[in-house]
């Protein structure tokens, strides 16, 4: 075995000592339930991960993650989560992260066959499409590859208010809300969007309503 694999194994030990060491019964708890707050639908990325940019313990945040944070309500893997999140565990906020500098993205920004990753990246490719005028109008390329992986966020966090489980529990108890993240790799610094759905959702609405009732999935500070 390479030494790097083995020093896993020595740096759980000594994470398991230093949490028994706070707390006798953390293992105890940790193991009966987990309740948390959060579901956080980020990138695959190792430079990028949940617990640490956010600070979190552990049992605080329900994580899913893929390349380019992507919500395609045909993969089961990151509907499934969706749903367990809302219906069993009751979060309160889903929060989809990207970040700059993502690769994902940035292949998709580029015409070349990438094989099994061409049907991935096409879910990309579509958000391009939605805001070629926009991301065509940008001349500093870095600031169009900026602009596409926050114009992904938001495309993918409409995908998310798009799924009947979300909507229904909306209805509610007003809950989840849904949250457009970019985690700057750069500065360290995680960046909310902000994004208005009431203004983008007002004319398509209706056309993803599966419920029959009123519904905006907005930014609130519950």
């Known amino acids: 075995m390479s030494q790097s694999y083995e020093v896993i194994f020595e740096n759980n030990k000594k994470w398991v000592e230093s949490k028994v060491a706070e707390d006798p019964n953390f293992f105890k708890e940790l193991a009966k339930t987990q ?3 959060f579901l956080y ?3 695959s990325d190792s430079r990028a991960t ?3 940019l956010m600070g979190a313990k552990p049992g605080e ?3 899913h993650r893929n390349i380019a944070n992507v919500v395609n309500t045909l993969d089961m893997s990151s509907t499934a989560v969706i749903q367990y999140a809302v219906e069993h565990l009751k979060v309160k906020h889903i929060i ?3 970040h700059y500098n993502c690769g994902g993205v940035k292949a998709a920004m580029t015409p070349q066959d990438l094989g099994l990753l061409n049907p991935w990246l096409r879910n990309i490719r579509d958000v391009y499409r939605l805001h070629q005028v926009e991301l065509d ?3 500093d390329e870095n600031k169009r590859y ?3 992986v926050e114009l992904n966020v938001q495309e993918q966090c409409i995908n998310v208010i798009k799924m009947a489980c979300v909507q229904e529990r909306y209805i509610l108890e007003e809950q989840p809300i849904v949250h457009g993240w970019v985690f700057d790799l750069r500065t360290g610094k995680i ?3 902000e994004i208005d759905f009431e203004k983008i959702l007002k004319d398509i609405q209706k056309i993803y309503n599966l419920t029959g009732s009123d519904w905006v999935m907005s930014r609130k500070t519950k």
Do not use: K, M, Q, W
């Open 35 to 37: 309740h948390p707050e």
């Open 41 to 43: 639908i980020g990138c």
């Open 50 to 52: 949940a617990e640490e």
């Open 61 to 63: 945040v329900f994580v």
């Open 96 to 98: 989809v992260c990207g």
């Open 137 to 139: 109008s940008i001349e």
């Open 146 to 148: 900026d602009r596409l």
């Open 191 to 193: 960046i909310d969007l």
